[in-house]
């Protein structure tokens, strides 16, 4: 399940303007006429961009009336995060390598 989620996720934040997507929804709450009006693409294009990153449970969507609003889901992009952070160890080691290289150079 939490494979699934991770692996919808990436393909969400794979396409450049999924994440221009993002980016705006990170501002406010959006319907998808409003997200369509940042793009040159039809609605229908844009409301296949919203199912993508809402299957990566990157954004909620909900119902006001006959409206449909999307809303960004920050605690979706915490699988992502969780992912990315197992790559922490190996920046630390090269940053404390490259800080001790540059100590050695300064001496």
Do not use: Y
């Not at 990436?10 to 998808?32: C, G, V, Y």
């Not at 990153?53 to 992502?80: F, Q, Y």
């Not at 404390?96 to 150079?105: G, T």
């Amino acid at each position: 399940m939490i494979q699934d989620l991770q692996q919808h996720a990436f393909r969400a934040l794979a396409d450049p303007t999924r994440r221009q997507i993002l980016a705006l929804l990170a501002q406010r709450e959006m319907t998808i006429a409003e997200v369509a009006g940042h793009f040159d693409m039809t609605r229908a294009a844009v409301k296949k961009h919203l199912s993508i990153l809402h299957d990566g449970a990157l954004i909620e969507t909900r119902a006001e009336g006959r409206t449909r609003v999307n809303a960004l889901r920050p605690d979706g992009l915490k699988s992502v995060a969780n992912w990315l952070g197992a790559f922490d160890i190996f920046w630390d080691e090269r940053l404390a390598a490259l800080k001790s290289a540059i100590e050695k150079d300064i001496q």
